[in-house]
């Protein structure tokens, strides 16, 4: 086998490239997978190369081979200058956040943010003199009228947590950088492969690496890419911090990598299918899923994102809290936890209305986050069969 020249992998397709990314099989013995590196000091052969130029690995807080494997993978996927790995997603926020941010700056975060985020934002970021305001996710470039001669930096997520509004993210960061600003997204649900975050304007890419990219719910990571403007602010914090990831993680992560394609293809299929499904359900008063018309930002989701994953919301008519426990408690395919993202099925009950400010949340019912996993469809149909008569007998 011929080594893949930079010619060959400048045209790859993204496919292609997961199954390439980040290996370096010629320094392993011809070992397919890059090895679980563990290591704390790493040793220099003299004196005159402790104080000469920096060889490849010279801590471990600073990487290793297996760290560096999946750091080159990722920024070749995610079209990225450079990518840094943090111990979870929530992690490689406040890592991004960091690189952006200093004392009284001002900072713009969408009212659809995962929960933790905003809960950085109000305790450490409030207590270190930064001053956060929540802004409509569906604003788009009327964003504008929010910056201040303060402010620094934009966070965007879209499509929003648990509400799944698709915001405008060109637009925005046509904005931004217009003004200086820095933008930041956590493109968790839609990964680099169904959106390209950097080619779309975003200065710092987050990505939960919990969820499609270890892929089995047996893992925490996050990743933060970023453009050629962020990367050496971006490495120096990441540097200053020491929050490295465990390199048990970062090698699953770099085993899930090579199949997330096939796996995010299938949840974007089946995670259709059932949003059409629920929407035709008498019990479901709406479905918030990008990939339906209707859903809010569904014509910018066209636009801008290649797939959808299989993670959506739906929203039910007026119903008790026993009628809708009734429904979940009794389903046997789905499992009721927070993270997602692995090949099994879930749901959880969720209410916006609890921490949003900028806009109000009122859908006129109770909210299901649903994720589809693997199983086949008809058997997932079957049980919420079941759990919608529960429902019914219920209420
Ligand atoms: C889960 C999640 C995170 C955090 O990931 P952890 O690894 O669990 O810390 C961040 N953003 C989004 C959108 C998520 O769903």
Redesign the pocket.
């Known amino acids: 086998m011929a080594k893949l020249s930079d010619a060959t992998r400048k045209r790859l397709k993204s496919r292609t490239r997961l199954v390439t990314a980040g290996r370096k099989t010629d320094e392993q013995f011809g070992f397919i997978n890059t090895p679980i590196y563990r290591g704390s000091t790493v040793l220099y052969p003299d004196a005159a190369s402790l104080s000469g130029p920096s060889p490849r690995f010279t801590y471990g807080t600073k990487g290793t081979p297996t760290t560096e494997a999946l750091e080159n993978a990722w920024s070749e996927i995610a079209g990225a200058a450079g990518t840094v790995l943090a111990p ?4 490689a ?1 406040t890592l991004a956040l960091m690189t952006a941010l200093k004392a009284g700056d001002h900072l713009l975060v969408t009212d659809s943010a ?1 929960y ?2 905003r809960h950085f934002c109000e305790s450490v970021l409030a207590r270190m003199g930064v001053e956060t305001t929540y802004y409509d996710p569906l604003l788009g470039c009327g964003i504008e009228s929010l910056i201040r001669e303060t402010t620094t930096t934009i966070l965007v ?1 879209a499509p929003g ?1 648990q509400s799944f509004e698709v915001q405008d993210v060109p637009a925005i960061a046509e904005v931004a950088h217009r003004h200086g600003l820095c933008v930041i997204m ?1 493109n ?2 839609a990964t680099p492969l169904f959106f390209p975050p950097h080619e779309r304007g975003v200065d710092l890419a987050v990505e ?1 690496g ?2 499609y990219l270890g892929g089995h719910s047996d893992l ?3 990743l933060v890419s970023a453009n050629s403007t962020w990367f050496r602010r971006l490495r120096q914090t990441f540097d200053a911090f020491a929050m490295c990831a465990g390199p048990e993680d970062v090698f699953l992560a770099l085993r899930g990598l090579r199949t997330m394609e096939l796996r995010l293809r299938e949840a974007h299929k089946q995670g259709l299918e059932m949003a059409r499904w629920f929407a035709a359900r008498p019990e479901v008063k709406q479905v918030l899923h990008p990939g339906l018309p209707g859903a809010p930002g569904h014509d910018i989701w066209k636009r801008d994102f290649l797939g959808a994953s299989g993670l959506f919301s739906i929203i039910l008519h007026p119903c008790s809290d026993a009628a809708v426990a009734a429904m979940i408690d009794g389903l046997e395919l789905f499992g009721m936890g927070y ?2 993202g692995g090949y099994e099925s879930l749901v959880i009950p969720f209410d916006c209305a609890k921490y949003r400010t900028a806009t109000t949340w009122n859908p006129g019912g109770p909210g299901l986050r649903f994720q589809i996993g693997l199983e086949d469809v008809e058997d997932l149909q079957a049980d919420l069969d079941a759990g919608f008569a529960r429902l019914q007998a219920a209420a």
């Open positions: 979870t997603g929530l992690a926020i995962y933790p985020t997520e947590s956590d968790t649900w939960a919990t969820k925490l990571l996050g993270s997602w």
